[in-house]
């Protein structure tokens, strides 16, 4: 069964600085999908960023990049220039294809704090 | 477009009472899924369904039914509430994977607690 580590419950950035929240999986299929949701204290589960399995080049959107490591089954989150809106937890999910395999497994979160 | 909608935001119930969790959506997906999410332990699945008609087991069904008899809705029916069944509730669908578009879209959440 496939299964999805963030090792970090909480991390703290600096506003305005970097910071990385790391992912990795577990599986034996070769195609696949990985995200990283935000949940901020409204509770709304929000897409930050996807990326296919096949696809070579880390997925990136604006402030949101993904360091893809498939041999190794890595998938970390760098967000710069964080700002005070980033704070909230973050999850790392897994999706495979078709039947059961298309059901996103999570891990267990990341809760990021930014620092004024 | 609503996008996924969930009702009730709020429940509380007692212990052996019955409920039932709604969940529409109005984007036409194929794929609808409810999860639990509790602290500490991420999202978990419940129950899926891959279409009207067909609806399967995820990695904690027990105390849990749910139905799919058309393409929008998806409701989850708690059939005797027990206090480990306090948690937040998220709904959420997809188009299936062969339309090439793997986003899932989540609802607001239920939050149910059981005294």
């Known amino acids: 069964a496939q299964t999805v580590t963030q090792s970090q419950p909480e991390m703290s950035v600096q506003e305005a600085e970097t910071v990385t929240l790391s992912c990795t999986y577990d599986t034996s299929e070769s195609d696949y999908y990985l995200f990283w949701y935000k949940q901020p204290p409204s509770r709304q589960m929000i897409l930050v960023i996807r990326?296919?399995?096949?696809?070579?080049q880390n997925a990136t959107e604006n402030r949101f990049s993904v360091n893809f490591q498939k041999a190794a089954k890595s998938f970390s989150l760098k967000i710069s220039d964080s700002q005070l809106g980033d704070a909230a937890m973050y999850f790392c999910a897994y999706r495979g294809y078709g039947g059961s395999q298309g059901n996103l497994i999570f891990g267990k979160g990341t809760k990021l704090s930014v620092k004024p | 477009n609503a996008g996924v909608t969930q009702t009730p935001k709020f429940q509380v119930l007692k212990t052996g009472q019955s409920m039932t969790l709604q969940c529409a959506q109005d984007?036409?997906?194929?794929?609808m899924s409810w999860y639990r999410q509790d602290p500490g332990m991420g999202l978990r699945l419940i129950h899926y369904s891959v279409g009207a008609g067909i609806t399967d087991q995820g990695e904690v069904p027990n105390g849990y039914n749910v139905s799919r008899s058309t393409t929008e809705d998806f409701p989850l029916r708690l059939l005797s509430a027990a206090p480990s069944q306090t948690s937040v509730y998220f709904c959420?669908?997809?188009?299936?994977?062969?339309?090439?578009?793997?986003?899932?879209?989540f609802g607001p959440g239920t939050r149910l607690t059981v005294t």
């Open positions: 990326q296919e399995a096949y696809k070579q």
């Open positions: 959420a669908s997809s188009y299936g994977l062969t339309s090439g578009a793997y986003e899932q879209y």
């Open positions: 984007m036409n997906h194929e794929y």
